[in-house]
């Protein structure tokens, strides 16, 4: 059972540059995170999804765009990379939320804007 | 609104001390559940347990215990006999629909 899997594991962008990342999970759940981890900092929600064509936003959504078109999938994009999205980008999928379902994390994509 | 403090931001212990991570959830809601995450220095986040706001027993499994205190909002988890193993950054994170976390405590252990 792979989990939640994170494509690519790192990535060098010029500014300006726009990249997707992938997030990918087989454990039908309906709920998908992703957040951005600053370094040596806690984790910040940037998006969610509770469904297949539900998105909204997190605590710090500003530069990037999601898209939930199946239940597996929940891509991320940067469509103009800035030195601030210089982060740790995690994924993470729950079956539930707020009835106590643990979320699931990907192994995190490292991604460095020069 | 929700806020999650971690009250320690970095403990230091020498190996088989006891160590306490303290981590208070200031909430307007009456039911929630609160998780505790490690993400040792390999970077993955592993789910350590969660904790819903009807229970307020203790509980302990092999060398972790946790205590949860409603009336303080304080929800405390310690490491007994800390080992060289356990040295990783420890989040605390209310659940629900837009799950936060806290800024974590980071834990080093000594040999």
């Known amino acids: 059972n792979a989990g939640v899997t994170q494509t690519p594991k790192f990535r060098i962008l010029k500014i300006g540059q726009s990249m997707t990342l992938q997030c990918a999970q087989d454990?039908?759940?309906?709920?998908m995170y992703w957040y951005r981890q600053d370094p040596g900092m806690g984790l910040k929600l940037i998006y969610y999804s509770v469904g297949a064509g539900i998105t909204d936003k997190g605590e710090v959504p500003n530069g990037y765009n999601v898209s939930r078109s199946t239940t597996e999938d929940f891509p991320l994009r940067l469509e103009l990379a800035a030195p601030s999205q210089t982060s740790v980008y995690f994924c993470?999928?729950?079956?539930?939320?707020?009835?106590?379902?643990?979320?699931?994390f990907g192994q995190g994509t490292r991604l460095t804007v020069v | 609104a929700q806020k999650v403090t971690q009250v320690q931001t970095e403990i230091s212990v020498v190996e088989k001390e006891d160590v306490t991570l303290d981590c208070v959830y200031e909430t307007r809601d009456t039911t929630y559940y609160l998780f505790w995450y490690k993400q040792p220095p390999s970077g993955e986040l592993v789910f350590l347990i969660r904790r819903n706001s009807f229970d307020e027993q203790n509980e302990i499994s092999g060398r972790y215990s946790w205590n949860f205190q409603k009336s303080t909002s304080s929800f405390n988890f310690t490491i007994t006999a800390s080992q060289v193993v356990d040295s990783a950054v420890y989040f605390c994170?209310?659940?629900?629909?837009?799950?936060?976390f806290g800024a974590g405590t980071r834990l080093f252990v000594k040999a």
């Open positions: 994170a209310p659940r629900g629909l837009k799950t936060i």
């Open positions: 454990m039908n759940h309906n709920y």
């Open positions: 993470a999928s729950s079956y539930l939320s707020g009835q106590g379902a643990e979320a699931f």
